[in-house]
């Protein structure tokens, strides 16, 4: 399941081939993903040249010179193709610039995209209330400080509350807490002050770190299937139940459920 290193990765390399391109043919392949493609779509994006690339949480936005911006999700199983040798059966959306294809490829179907007036952005539903970028300016240990005052659930569950943070999935929620030696169980109220900073600059480490292992996931991009966004990064505790703690100290790798998901932590270390 991509999560945001996955998205942001996907983002840059679409922006290599995608940035200052006119968008010569769209063709939708089927009228829905999860959700039915948006009316006049095709008419919309058809001749519309792309003026830049972003990203909010786990969402991709590709702004274009008529003021709209076409906003993508990956879902479960979404990726972008770049000049993939041949339509496949999951190709449900194709955009074909002078120079290259672009094709949303997606078998499970749960990704999907709508067109929004780019200056309505901020007010698209997902968007309203969502909270700050975790690697952008808005992310400090004040934010998160005000935010977790007086609540009593669980540090882990908070953080992925996307009014809280935006765009961080289990993994990386995770990682942080690892990297930060705080306990995935504790009432997010009574998270330390120095720990809520170790966490704010945990939370940007793992990210960044995951960001640079797809970067150089982009290098070899010259993949037959010219797939985007997917790659192998290390991991200090998620999925490693049963193994010795990174961190030497002893203690194992122990998995637990919260709100219905894993959690994956060290006992030992993690307070
Ligand atoms: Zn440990």
């Known amino acids: 399941m991509p999560e945001l290193p996955e998205v942001e990765t996907t983002v840059r390399g679409l922006a290599r081939h995608l940035e200052g391109q006119r968008i010569e043919r769209v063709a939708l392949n089927r009228p829905d993903m999860r959700f039915p493609f948006p009316e006049g779509f095709v008419q919309a994006l058809t001749g519309a040249t792309v003026t830049g690339l972003g990203r909010r949480a786990k969402y991709g936005l590709i702004h274009t010179d008529r003021d709209s911006t076409m906003v993508f999700h990956l879902g479960m199983s979404g990726r972008w193709r770049i000049d993939p040798s041949e339509t496949a059966k999951h190709d449900h959306l194709v955009l074909e610039t002078p120079g290259h294809r672009f094709a949303l490829h997606d078998p499970r179907r749960f990704g999907f995209v709508d067109l929004v007036p780019t200056d309505a952005l901020d007010r698209w539903p997902a968007f309203a209330a969502m909270g700050p970028e975790p690697l952008g300016p808005g ?95 290390r991991f200090a505790v998620y999925d490693r139940e049963g193994q010795p703690c990174a961190r030497g100290d002893g203690g194992s790798v122990t998995r637990i459920v919260q709100g219905g998901r894993s959690t994956w932590y060290c006992p030992k270390c993690q307070k």
Do not use: W
Not at 153 to 180: H, P, S, T, W
Not at 188 to 194: C, D, I, K, L, N
Not at 214 to 231: H, I, M, N, Q, V
């Open 139 to 233: 992310l400090t240990a004040g934010h998160l400080a005000a935010a977790l005052a007086g609540r009593r659930q669980a540090i882990k569950l908070m953080l992925l509350d996307q009014r809280i943070v935006a765009g961080l999935g289990n993994i990386y929620v995770c990682e942080a807490l690892f990297r930060a030696r705080i306990d995935p169980r504790k009432p997010a109220g009574q998270v330390s002050r120095p720990a809520i900073e170790r966490l704010v600059a945990a939370i940007r480490e793992v990210l960044e770190q995951a960001i640079g292992d797809g970067g150089s996931s982009l290098r070899d991009y010259a993949r037959p299937d010219g797939e985007l966004g997917y790659f192998a990064t």
